[in-house]
């Protein structure tokens, strides 16, 4: 391939920044997960995990805490992150809470109860 056609082939395929900014803006924002090392503690520190009708706090575990809390009414925690526990039910939640409160993280809850029960067994177990 001569350097003119590889010149024009890269031309074609790339897009200007106001086509790619259209093609981004008509495009539905969705949830992905993705995959970031934590240490527990921190993680646990500043959860709410949130069932059916309410949340507790990871920490202290309060209960019947409302999911536009940003600190647990107990241990004054302040809540970076939040664990549902039936993730379907509660999508419309999340997309709102995403967009009021950005800096919030979802953990999958059961990526959290299978690592904390690990981290108790090992306690346990030695």
């Given at each position: 391939?001569?350097y003119?056609s590889?010149?024009q082939?890269t031309?074609?395929?790339?897009l ?6 259209d093609i981004?803006?008509?495009?539905p924002?969705r949830?992905?997960?993705i995959?970031?090392?934590f240490?527990?503690?921190?993680v646990?520190t500043?959860?709410m995990?949130?069932g059916?009708?309410s ?6 575990k309060s209960?019947?805490?409302k999911i536009?809390?940003l600190n647990c009414?107990?241990c004054k925690?302040e809540?970076?992150?939040?664990a ?18 950005p800096?919030i ?5 059961e990526?959290?109860?299978?690592i904390e029960?690990?981290?108790?067994a090992?306690?346990i177990?030695?």
């Amino acid at each position: 391939m001569s350097y003119n056609s590889r010149r024009q082939e890269t031309s074609f395929l790339s897009l200007d920044t106001s086509t790619r900014d259209d093609i981004i803006s008509g495009m539905p924002e969705r949830f992905i997960r993705i995959y970031k090392k934590f240490y527990l503690d921190e993680v646990k520190t500043h959860l709410m995990t949130y069932g059916a009708l309410s949340g507790s706090c990871a920490n202290c575990k309060s209960l019947d805490l409302k999911i536009d809390m940003l600190n647990c009414p107990e241990c004054k925690t302040e809540f970076k992150y939040i664990a549902f526990q039936n993730i379907r039910d509660h999508m419309p939640k999340m997309l709102k809470i995403s967009h009021e409160r950005p800096q919030i993280i979802f953990v999958d809850y059961e990526d959290f109860k299978r690592i904390e029960g690990e981290e108790k067994a090992k306690g346990i177990l030695g």
